[in-house]
């Protein structure tokens, strides 16, 4: 039993942490705070049913398909709506309600496009299982797990390992000295917003065949959201953490406690982690005056 | 006022007129509260028109009001999770309303159907009535969900209004000596009851592991569920709570299914009851899956996927032709001559909704309140696409349950449990 729940809760906890990375990227590039990358998880599902029910693309190139479109759409959205203010006045407060503004405006727009109505995916991503040891392992878990494990391996290494990321991280960490030295710190942010959506929609892609596609499921951004602060807020590998540890206190809290007590045992942990350690799990610790 | 404006800035004043802007827009798109739009070539006055001489002096013309078009409200879930079966509601009671129309209307008056979507909050289900009572409105359908209508309930029976719903199922909804609130759907007694009945007496189940949605609706089938289940000798080995929105059940089928259950009961609707059966056999489970009417609509098969084979529910609805009337087999035809598909178990009750009323109103011979209730409450075997609908005294609806199995893709009708067999 505790082998299933944990597979399970993985998972769920993977699809959590690529929205978190999206967080931590974006606010580690930009500082800026975009509640509205739930909405690029919910467009994600939607977008990936219509390719598979209606577009009878398969599985994973459906997923492709959504991340490039919903990564260009995250840059449209980090154009019209978010670079404009910065340049003008670069207030943290415009943005976040230009964000929610955005949130809003994704929600009823899918809602137009989609109807209210939960859309099922044709097919799981895979079928049946296998059981080793009395314990069954359900091949669309283990597919999710594998998918998401490739997107974070991919994702760091590009991040760490080619010349590409290393600018992605000089603008994220000093934006002014990177523009002194010839980077085309706009650029950088834009191609940020450009990996941060493909990674929610990807998150969407693989959380819709395991539930559902709905409008509604944008609100787990909440929950990448949650994951990427109990990570520490711009950390990425602490963002892939946070994303895990909340998936398995949601799973195993549900069974030991109450499922009724999902939320309020995940989020209860996030708040003692930032009791106890302000910056999250693998944040820095920075300076009230720096 | 203008020094304060002068201090923020041209580019900040700009700024902030772009996201009122924007904000008035977004709160301009959504549904909550506002009709739908309204139908065209409608007389926008109350006031009684001026009515032309009657050519023929033995034949007066008739009141004004009594040719005016007939408002009926329609309350619905239309987004959201409610929108499963709010959706289909509404296109039942508009289908009805348009062939009315067609045909003439009630006492020579045609329907205009004024819409409120209440996103499935029971807040804004109670403040469409307010909205409808204001506008002169008396006559409602409602589609929204058991929790929301008991909301709605106080303020009908303040302000005196007669609602039907197609679906509000809680025993709750019609527990009134005198009411106003009207069911046409067997509720969750005989629901959840015929279930608990058949898993023991003719499927032979012994144990169970239930999953009770943590609403109005799902504490009620419950509650019928065990009162028969467990009454006839039956036990259940688990009872799980989860929220409403609830998607992930493994956690909870891995720490209880060991137990070996004959049966996991379902009391939700269709959406998450399908995941909660496709994560059960995708641990492992093998057994009977027992649920209720909602599982009957397409969103629960397509959740569950192969998972929904060998599942049993009790339904209020069946297009098999063992258990067709002639009146629900009329309906059916005129519904895939319209759609294309065949209607589901909301669209029937609700289209049989409408037509409930204009047979009290026929009846009754009058559109004030007090005579169109009074001859609702006397409605005996209507003969309705739905089945044979007798009301019962307070306001709840007297029909044979259908037992129904999920087998080989589709649901099969296998026999009628009538009121009082079980």
């Known amino acids: 039993m505790l082998v299933s729940i944990f597979l399970s809760a993985l998972a769920v906890g993977c699809i959590y942490s690529l929205i978190a990375i999206g967080f931590s990227l974006i606010y580690r590039a930009s500082g800026i705070l975009d509640f509205s990358q739930g909405e690029m998880t919910m467009l994600g599902a939607l977008l990936g049913w219509s390719l598979v029910s209606r577009a009878s693309f398969p599985y994973l190139a459906a997923m492709a398909g959504v991340m490039v479109l919903v990564g260009v759409l995250s840059v449209l959205k980090q154009r019209i709506a978010y670079q404009p203010i910065r340049t003008r006045s670069n207030s943290p407060v415009l943005i976040i309600i230009s964000s929610i503004g955005l949130l809003m405006i994704l929600n009823q727009t899918a809602v137009l496009l989609w109807g209210a109505e939960p859309l099922q995916y044709p097919a799981q991503i895979a079928e049946g299982g296998r059981r080793l040891g009395g314990v069954w392992f359900p091949m669309q878990t283990l597919w999710i797990i594998g998918i998401a494990a490739v997107l974070m391996l991919v994702f760091h290494l590009v991040f760490h390992r080619t010349q590409f990321g290393r600018m992605m991280r000089a603008v994220a960490d000093d934006p002014l000295m990177s523009r002194l030295v010839g980077i085309n ?106 | 006022m203008l020094r304060m404006l002068r201090g923020i800035g041209k580019q900040r004043l700009l700024v902030l007129v772009l996201i009122l802007l924007l904000a008035s827009a977004v709160t301009a798109g959504c549904r909550s509260g506002k009709p739908a739009a309204e139908p065209a070539k409608q007389p926008a006055a109350q006031q009684p028109a001026p009515q032309p001489a009657a050519k023929d002096s033995q034949a007066p013309a008739k009141p004004a009001a009594e040719t005016q078009p007939l408002k009926i409200g329609l309350v619905s879930g239309l987004s959201n999770w409610p929108a499963v079966f709010g959706v289909p509601a509404m296109e039942g009671f508009q289908f009805a309303a348009d062939e009315i129309n067609s045909a003439g209307g009630v006492l020579g008056r045609k329907l205009e159907m004024v819409k409120i979507d209440d996103e499935g909050s029971p807040f804004n289900s109670q403040q469409a009535i307010v909205k409808f009572y204001e506008q002169g409105i008396r006559f409602v359908m409602s589609g929204s969900h058991s929790t929301a209508v008991l909301a709605q309930k106080p303020k009908v029976e303040e302000l005196k209004m007669l609602v039907i719903s197609p679906l509000a199922t809680d025993p709750a909804v019609t527990d009134t000596k005198d009411p106003y609130y009207f069911v046409d759907m067997v509720n969750n007694i005989y629901l959840g009851g015929s279930i608990g009945f058949y898993a023991r007496k003719n499927l032979n189940l012994n144990t169970v592991l239930t999953f009770v949605r943590d ?33 992930d059940f493994r956690a909870d089928l891995s720490k209880h299914l060991g137990a070996k259950p004959d049966a996991i009961m379902l009391t939700g609707f269709a959406p998450e009851s399908g995941l909660i059966a496709g994560q059960a056999r995708e641990l492992g489970f093998q057994g009977t899956i027992l649920a209720t009417n909602p599982v009957l609509a397409p969103q629960y098969a397509e959740a569950a996927k192969a998972g929904a084979e060998n599942t049993w529910a009790s339904g209020a609805f069946s297009l098999d032709p063992n258990a067709m009337t002639d009146a629900t087999k009329d309906y059916l035809a005129k519904w895939k001559a319209k759609f294309g598909k065949e209607p589901n178990v909301y669209q029937a009750h609700a289209y049989d909704a409408v037509y409930l009323l204009k047979k009290a109103i026929e009846d009754a011979k009058s559109t004030d309140l007090e005579p169109v209730r009074k001859a609702m409450l006397g409605i005996k075997n209507f003969n309705g696409a739905s089945g044979v609908t007798t009301v019962a005294p307070d306001g709840s609806t007297q029909k044979p349950v259908r037992m129904m199995q999920y087998k080989d893709g589709g649901w099969k009708y296998i026999t009628s449990l009538e009121p009082g067999k079980f």
């Open chain 2, 215 to 247: 609403d109005a609706y799902g504490t009620s089938i419950n509650k019928a569920f065990e009162e028969k289940f467990v009454g006839d000798g039956g036990r259940v080995l688990a009872k799980v709570t989860y929220p409403t929105d609830a998607k």
């Open chain 1, 185 to 290: 710190v706009n650029h950088s942010v834009g191609v940020t917003f450009l990996v941060a959506g493909a990674l929610a929609a990807a998150a969407g892609a693989l959380y819709a065949p395991i539930y559902y596609a709905s409008y509604e499921i944008g609100i787990i951004g909440v929950k990448g959201f949650a994951a990427a602060i109990l990570g520490g807020y711009g950390n990425i590998v602490g963002a892939m953490i946070g994303g895990i540890i909340l998936g398995q206190v949601e799973a195993f809290g549900s069974t030991y406690i109450s499922s009724a007590y999902r939320d309020v045992l995940a989020y209860t942990l996030l708040i003692l982690v930032l009791l106890l350690r302000p910056q999250g799990i693998l944040g820095e610790r920075r300076r009230s005056d720096a």
